[in-house]
C-alpha cells in the first residue's frame, strides 16, 4: 500500500477518530456511526478510504460487520516516521 494513500485517509479527523475508537478493541458500523454527527453513508465513506489504505479491516458476522484495526501498517508508519527523524 502507498504511503500517499495511507496518509490521506489518515489526514481527516473522522477517520483519525475512528481508528482512535478501534484501538480498544473492534465495533461495528452502527457503532462507530453513534459517536459521529455524520449519516451513515459518510461514516461508510469513511470506512471505505481507511480499508483500502489498510488501516482497518472487517469481518462479516451474520448480518453485521465488524472492524478493527490492521496494527501492521500503523507499525511500519510509525517506523518510516521515526527513521525520518532521524532516531
Do not use: C
Request: overall charge negative; aromatic content about 6%; glycine content about 6%.
Amino acid at each position: 500500500m502507498s504511503l500517499q494513500v495511507t496518509l490521506r485517509a489518515l489526514a481527516d479527523p473522522i477517520r483519525r477518530e475512528i481508528l482512535n475508537l478501534l484501538k480498544n478493541g473492534r465495533l461495528s458500523a452502527g457503532e462507530i456511526a453513534d459517536h459521529f454527527p455524520v449519516t451513515g453513508a459518510s461514516i461508510s465513506r469513511h470506512l471505505s478510504v481507511l480499508k483500502e489504505a489498510d488501516l482497518i479491516r472487517d469481518t462479516r458476522e451474520g448480518k453485521f460487520i465488524y472492524y478493527d484495526l490492521n496494527a501492521s501498517v500503523l507499525e511500519e508508519i510509525m517506523l518510516w516516521i521515526t527513521d525520518l527523524k532521524g532516531e
